[in-house]
């Protein structure tokens, strides 16, 4: 318990929290899948699930039946996919879901930071928010809602503050099943005996923003992905051009470190007249190569402003 309660002062600021508090229900109620769902054979999802890897929302040892599982729990089956690639024991594996995935009330909390106020000074927030904080810890309307409180547990932040930022946010597994939340403006708040241990001990490093993105870049989970607000609009719609699977080549183009425009070029039926072609659709250029007298190859280069 000990970690739990210093990292979640030190690690992640109130933003973060607050979007945790936005996403719990996404990611723990709304969209609920099914074993077939989750990329795993029947017979590893049951040999995980009685070794205590994975937890359905339904567990229930003593019920045979078919399990369903969280778009949160599916995130934590792609991270137990990647540790025992890298060949961690199961107990280990076990021994980090407990921790990680154990919550915290917002109520407990602030309760820590009330006992520990250097922290807030610590946090990665502008000093207007962090008195803002303190004040409203010192005043202590905090304590009236204690009961009937949604929790909040490490992994859950860990990805909001992937989603709520836009930075690289990874995990540093150890080989005994403890860890360290390293988001990418974080890691200064790491003490001495945390750097040593990152330094001398041997880890796994996994990015949630890397499993994030190789999530939600599928498409079965465009309506998650859109939920969860990860992409932006032009993301999203460059998302979509690629899903489609229309275009030989995508290329994204910036102006002002903003995306201005995408270039699409698509292979086009040799076998169509040119005017037809010219009739179907907006272009900016078409490409034609001939070999021997004859056409093998049509390109329609196309932009697209976003």
Same mark, same amino acid.
């Given at each position: 318990?000990?970690?739990?309660?210093?990292?979640?002062?030190?690690?992640? &600021? =109130?933003?973060?929290?607050?979007?945790?508090?936005?996403?719990?229900?996404?990611?723990?109620?709304?969209?609920?899948?099914?074993?077939?769902?989750? &990329?795993?054979?029947?017979? +590893?999802?049951?040999?995980?699930?009685?070794?205590?890897?994975?937890?359905?929302?339904?567990?229930?040892?003593?019920?045979?039946?078919?399990?369903?599982?969280?778009?949160? =729990?599916?995130?934590?089956?792609?991270?137990?996919?990647?540790?025992?690639?890298?060949?961690?024991?199961?107990?280990?594996?076990?021994?980090?879901?407990?921790?990680?995935?154990?919550?915290?009330?917002?109520?407990?909390?602030?309760?820590? +930071?009330? !006992?520990?106020?250097?922290?807030?000074?610590?946090?990665?927030?502008?000093?207007?928010?962090?008195?803002?904080?303190?004040?409203?810890?010192?005043?202590?309307?905090?304590?009236?809602?204690?009961?009937?409180?949604?929790?909040?547990?490490?992994?859950?932040?860990?990805?909001?503050?992937?989603?709520?930022?836009?930075?690289?946010?990874?995990?540093?597994?150890?080989?005994?099943?403890?860890?360290?939340?390293?988001?990418?403006?974080? +890691?200064?708040?790491? &003490?001495? =005996?945390?750097?040593?241990?990152?330094?001398?001990?041997?880890?796994?490093?996994?990015?949630?923003?890397?499993?994030?993105? &190789?999530?939600?870049?599928?498409?079965?989970?465009?309506?998650?992905?859109?939920?969860?607000?990860?992409?932006?609009?032009?993301?999203?719609?460059?998302?979509?051009?690629?899903?489609?699977?229309?275009?030989?080549?995508?290329?994204?183009?910036?102006?002002? !470190?903003?995306?201005?425009?995408?270039?699409?070029?698509?292979?086009?039926?040799?076998?169509?007249?040119?005017?037809?072609?010219?009739?179907?659709?907006?272009?900016?250029?078409?490409?034609?190569?001939?070999?021997?007298?004859?056409?093998?190859?049509?390109?329609?280069?196309?932009?697209? !402003?976003?």
């Amino acid at each position: 318990m000990k970690q739990t309660e210093n990292t979640l002062a030190r690690f992640f &600021d =109130n933003k973060t929290t607050q979007k945790a508090k936005e996403l719990l229900s996404l990611l723990t109620e709304d969209y609920t899948l099914s074993s077939s769902d989750l &990329d795993i054979s029947p017979q +590893l999802l049951k040999e995980w699930i009685r070794s205590g890897l994975i937890v359905p929302i339904d567990h229930d040892p003593t019920i045979r039946k078919r399990h369903k599982f969280t778009f949160e =729990n599916f995130i934590w089956l792609r991270l137990v996919q990647q540790l025992r690639g890298f060949g961690l024991n199961v107990a280990a594996i076990v021994t980090l879901r407990q921790s990680i995935t154990h919550s915290e009330t917002e109520f407990s909390i602030f309760e820590k +930071l009330e !006992k520990l106020p250097s922290f807030i000074d610590k946090l990665d927030i502008d000093k207007r928010e962090a008195e803002n904080l303190k004040h409203y810890i010192n005043a202590g309307e905090w304590k009236k809602h204690k009961h009937g409180e949604k929790t909040i547990s490490i992994f859950q932040l860990l990805i909001a503050e992937a989603i709520q930022k836009k930075q690289f946010v990874s995990l540093a597994v150890f080989i005994d099943g403890s860890f360290l939340p390293l988001p990418e403006d974080g +890691l200064n708040q790491l &003490d001495k =005996n945390e750097i040593r241990k990152l330094n001398t001990s041997t880890h796994l490093k996994i990015s949630i923003t890397g499993l994030l993105a &190789d999530i939600l870049g599928e498409k079965r989970f465009s309506q998650i992905a859109t939920a969860l607000k990860y992409y932006s609009l032009e993301e999203q719609q460059i998302l979509t051009l690629i899903q489609s699977k229309k275009y030989k080549s995508i290329t994204v183009k910036f102006s002002n !470190k903003k995306i201005d425009c995408v270039e699409l070029i698509r292979e086009v039926d040799t076998q169509k007249k040119i005017v037809d072609i010219l009739a179907e659709s907006n272009y900016q250029s078409i490409s034609i190569v001939k070999h021997n007298g004859e056409i093998v190859k049509i390109q329609n280069t196309v932009k697209i !402003k976003l």
